[in-house]
């Protein structure tokens, strides 16, 4: 793998800037020329990555294998081939580095937490649970709260995959009152007359 040191990437964001600046390109054209950038070269950069074990559901946690765990986010690339992938959870192998996808986020049911908090049990749609084992606690709450929070965002943001989680009073709040985030007056505005049409 190539390393690139901080000095390297400032004199390349530099040159891309001055490229840019001498085309006269709008601040919206920079923008997006940017964020196509980015998601050509640093996709990574938007996946979180976990160590655990991936644990056979009835062996022993010792059994289990050593993977790293990367959660990828939806992606829509915007430049060609302007391909879209779904939010997934996949494991590279420690050994050899191969990647294998474990299941997608829609596939994902409900999370728990073994009482030392190092054990997860992940449910799945297809009714075969993913057991997994991480060195912390922490590291385990760390990765329950990725997952839920990514499922919240991309598929049904008042459904939480745990109750281990704690969210803040507000959003407790919300979520039982069906509340939901910040909209625009012209969402209100064109949800009251889509409403009143169908009276």
Same mark, same amino acid.
Request: aromatic share 10%; charged share 30%; glycine share 6%.
């Given at each position: 793998?190539h390393?690139?040191?901080?000095w390297?990437?400032?004199?390349l964001?530099?040159?891309?800037v001055?490229?840019?600046?001498?085309?006269?390109?709008?601040?919206?054209?920079l923008?997006?020329?940017?964020?196509?950038?980015?998601?050509?070269?640093?996709?990574?950069?938007?996946?979180?990555?976990?160590?655990? $074990?991936?644990?056979?559901?009835?062996?022993?946690?010792?059994?289990?294998?050593?993977?790293?765990?990367?959660?990828?986010?939806?992606?829509?690339?915007?430049?060609?081939?302007?391909e879209?992938?779904?939010?997934?959870l996949?494991?590279?192998?420690a050994?050899?580095?191969?990647?294998?996808?474990l299941?997608?986020l829609?596939?994902?049911?409900?999370?728990?937490?073994?009482?030392?908090?190092?054990?997860?049990?992940?449910?799945?749609?297809?009714?075969?649970?993913?057991?997994?084992?991480?060195r912390?606690?922490?590291?385990?709450?760390?990765?329950i709260?990725?997952?839920?929070?990514?499922?919240?965002?991309?598929?049904k943001?008042?459904?939480?995959?745990?109750?281990?989680?704690?969210?803040?009073?507000?959003?407790?709040?919300?979520?039982?009152n069906?509340?939901?985030?910040?909209?625009?007056?012209?969402?209100v505005?064109? $949800?009251?007359?889509?409403?009143? $049409?169908?009276?």
């Amino acid at each position: 793998m190539h390393h690139i040191m901080k000095w390297q990437v400032r004199e390349l964001i530099g040159e891309w800037v001055t490229n840019h600046q001498e085309r006269k390109v709008s601040s919206t054209q920079l923008k997006k020329a940017f964020l196509a950038d980015a998601e050509e070269f640093f996709e990574s950069c938007f996946c979180e990555e976990f160590f655990a $074990k991936l644990v056979p559901l009835t062996g022993p946690v010792d059994s289990g294998r050593e993977v790293r765990l990367v959660l990828k986010p939806p992606f829509k690339r915007e430049s060609p081939p302007f391909e879209e992938t779904e939010p997934a959870l996949e494991a590279a192998s420690a050994e050899d580095g191969r990647s294998e996808l474990l299941c997608t986020l829609e596939d994902v049911c409900n999370i728990s937490l073994d009482e030392d908090g190092t054990g997860l049990e992940l449910a799945r749609r297809n009714g075969i649970p993913l057991r997994l084992a991480v060195r912390t606690r922490m590291e385990g709450r760390d990765l329950i709260s990725h997952l839920a929070g990514f499922y919240r965002l991309c598929e049904k943001w008042t459904f939480s995959l745990s109750g281990e989680l704690r969210y803040p009073a507000s959003l407790d709040f919300c979520i039982p009152n069906n509340v939901h985030g910040p909209v625009t007056n012209n969402f209100v505005e064109s $949800k009251f007359k889509q409403k009143s $049409k169908q009276r």
